[in-house]
């Protein structure tokens, strides 16, 4: 079911998305070499805590850290551990922080010293497809016209959309109705009414778009090794368009 969120809950997600914004500009400055995955999933816990906030991610049906950390080949869910940083390396941060009980989510992939040429095309061009996403969110259109505005523009440069991953509705659970794909047609779906929050994320890849689950039974990798980039944002459908909730600091 999807939920219209009143006055008094979307002031409650717009503050948990401001701790998500706030979260993400605190962890940039440590992004660099040397430092593991597991010393980001700490700095990041323990400024969520120190917000009065909840990490929730940390025990989703098992999950174990508070963020995802998930570098070069992994799209998505990749568990903080002790590999180290190194220089050419990308990363994505993904977070969702409870509030009061209602949730923030963004996720943003950052670069690790000079990276190559692909993966700053790939960053460029991933983030860019999340803002053509938003676009097409205002009271009338429907889901599909998301999905389609991500699809055509990641195709448009040569990016795999991986197709068994998708963002979502989002409230006082992490995952609500309905789904947004990354890729679709026009004019399909759920409606967008004023009220409805969603979280748009496109994961794209540099290669083609398989990708297949490490035996973790969470972290998701391309199938050809190649490198992918994940950006995300909470977005609240306003009267008249959009407001995204979890807008970046830096």
Not at 131 to 156: C, H
Request: charged share 25%; glycine share 10%.
């Amino acid at each position: 079911m999807i939920t219209i969120k009143n006055e008094r809950e979307i002031e409650l997600m717009r503050h948990a998305g401001m701790l998500v914004s706030k979260m993400h500009k605190f962890i940039k400055p440590y992004i660099k070499e040397g430092i593991t995955t597991k010393e980001l999933d700490r700095l990041c816990e323990k400024f969520i805590l120190d917000n009065d906030a909840i990490p929730t991610e940390k025990g989703y049906e098992g999950y174990p850290a508070s963020i995802c950390a998930s570098v070069n080949e992994t799209v998505v869910h990749g568990i903080p551990n002790n590999y180290k940083l190194k220089n050419g390396d990308i990363i994505t941060i993904d977070v969702v922080i409870g509030y009061k009980g209602y949730q923030g989510d963004a996720a943003w992939t950052y670069k690790v010293g000079d990276i190559s040429n692909e993966k700053e095309y790939l960053m460029e061009h991933t983030e860019k497809a999340l803002y053509e996403g938003i676009k097409q969110v205002k009271p009338g259109n429907r889901i599909g016209d998301i999905s389609n505005a991500v699809e055509v523009y990641a195709k448009a440069h040569n990016l795999g959309v991986v197709e068994e991953l998708c963002g979502h509705g989002i409230g006082t659970n992490m995952h609500e109705d309905p789904d947004v794909p990354n890729f679709g047609k026009p004019g399909t779906g759920p409606r967008l009414k004023p009220g409805m929050v969603i979280c748009i994320e496109p994961m794209l890849t540099y290669g083609k778009r398989y990708v297949y689950m490490l035996d973790d039974g969470w972290t998701i990798n391309t199938r050809d090794h190649l490198p992918a980039a994940h950006y995300e944002h909470t977005v609240l459908v306003t009267e008249d368009g959009y407001e995204i909730l979890t807008p970046r600091l830096d």
